[in-house]
């Protein structure tokens, strides 16, 4: 039986528990889209999801202008699961036809189509150097890379290496004793796929991906990617046939193994940290990564105004939001990481760096929010006793 336009409404506001908003306001109020000028409204959508306007939601280009940062969520009185109700209303308006507008030319989301569907050549570990001990099919514990050697290879204007974080985190593991499984086979892990509303190029990432690590008999999946880690940790269980192994974010890694690592003193950092959306407010890992720096000789980490569950997004996301609205939430947040009076911004995502690496190349902007970055894993590799 076809499903009618208002009952499949009524279940998107279900599994969202839209339904239970009072109407309050605090999402709108909240969004970093709606206080940088955007006309995104999350309660209006909340509510022509409730009343079954599917028109007026499908048809309305702010459906992809939301950040899906969580923020909204995080401070909705009653927990109506916002990014839960855009996720499901961007799959309506995908099988319609309709996707956002994305930068770079849509370079980014092709070839993540391309490795969907399975008949590209990749040469993923050309990265590699001599001191990286990996297994290619078979261990205990399975690296994820992700796509960063894909974003050093579209992004070398920026001028940030997202392979330092991925050599760095091998480094620490190798530091430990784990050689782990780095697979030639992996292919992107779909998130941004599926928060475009292409459900269907992303199962077939998900099912691949999952196969391979299932393949290679790891008990351990760890990651550096914040939104690869939520992709694997959440979208990917109805995939795993069995148990899936532990998935754990590098920082959770090191923090459970500090005790085994040795590290020198450097000259004395200040450092101030990003929270990933994905890895903060989608998963609630706040802590790991601030233990992390807390256990490095000096290194002082100075926190943000906003910060942990209120911290604010880099405005990224799926490679769709590149506009007005997202450069000025870069700004702002970048000036306020400067005023830390931080040498450093340490992040744990590669998208960040990225993003925020973007918004410093306003040449009107460049010394009032230039600042240098550092991923963790690297911050953590170079602090590392011989």
């Excluded at 109700?85 to 036809?97: E, T, V």
């Excluded at 782990?180 to 099912?207: I, T, Y």
């Excluded at 000025?328 to 995502?349: M, N, P, S, Y």
Aim: hydrophobic share 35%; aromatic share 8%; proline share 5%.
């Amino acid at each position: 039986m076809k499903t009618t336009p208002t009952l499949e409404l009524a279940e998107i506001a279900e599994k969202a528990k839209a339904w239970a908003c009072y109407d309050c306001g605090k999402c709108t109020a909240t969004c970093p889209i709606a206080r940088a000028g955007g006309a995104l409204s999350p309660r209006r959508q909340v509510l022509a999801t409730n009343l079954g306007h599917r028109e007026n939601i499908v048809n309305n280009s702010s459906l992809f202008a939301c950040l899906t940062c969580g923020l909204c969520s995080a401070r909705c009185p009653v927990g109506v699961v916002y990014g839960k109700l855009i996720l499901n209303l961007r799959q309506i308006a995908y099988h319609d036809g309709i996707e956002p507008e994305c930068p770079h030319g849509g370079a980014l989301q092709s070839m993540m189509r391309m490795m969907a569907k399975g008949k590209t050549k990749q040469d993923r570990l050309n990265w590699l150097t001599g001191d990286l001990k990996v297994h290619q099919k078979k261990g205990e514990l399975f690296y994820w890379t992700g796509c960063t050697m894909y974003y050093d290879a579209f992004f070398p204007e920026f001028q940030i290496t997202a392979l330092d974080g991925t050599r760095s985190a091998i480094r620490v593991l190798n530091r430990l004793g784990i050689t782990p499984v780095v697979s030639p086979d992996e292919r992107c892990c779909g998130h941004d796929l599926l928060w475009n509303g292409d459900r269907e190029n992303f199962e077939l990432l998900a099912k691949h991906n999952v196969k391979l690590v299932e393949a290679s008999g790891a008990q351990t999946l760890v990651v550096s990617c914040a939104e690869c880690l939520r992709t694997w940790k959440l979208d990917y269980q109805p995939f795993f046939e069995g148990s899936p192994p532990k998935i754990m974010h590098i920082t959770e890694f090191v923090a459970e193994h500090l005790d085994d690592l040795k590290f020198k003193a450097n000259e004395e950092h200040t450092v101030t940290y990003q929270d990933p959306c994905r890895l903060g407010r989608h998963l609630g890992i706040f802590d790991p990564p601030r233990a992390v720096m807390d256990a490095l000789p000096d290194v002082n980490l100075v926190e943000m105004p906003h910060s942990r569950k209120n911290s604010i997004c880099c405005a990224g996301s799926t490679w769709s939001n590149c506009d007005r609205y997202a450069k000025h939430i870069q700004v702002d947040r970048l000036r306020e990481a400067k005023a830390t009076g931080a040498e450093f911004l340490v992040t744990a995502c590669p998208k960040c760096q990225i993003h925020f690496a973007c918004a410093m190349k306003d040449p009107n902007l460049h010394e009032e929010i230039e600042i240098p970055m550092r991923d963790i894993a690297t911050l953590v590799a170079e602090t590392l006793a011989d």
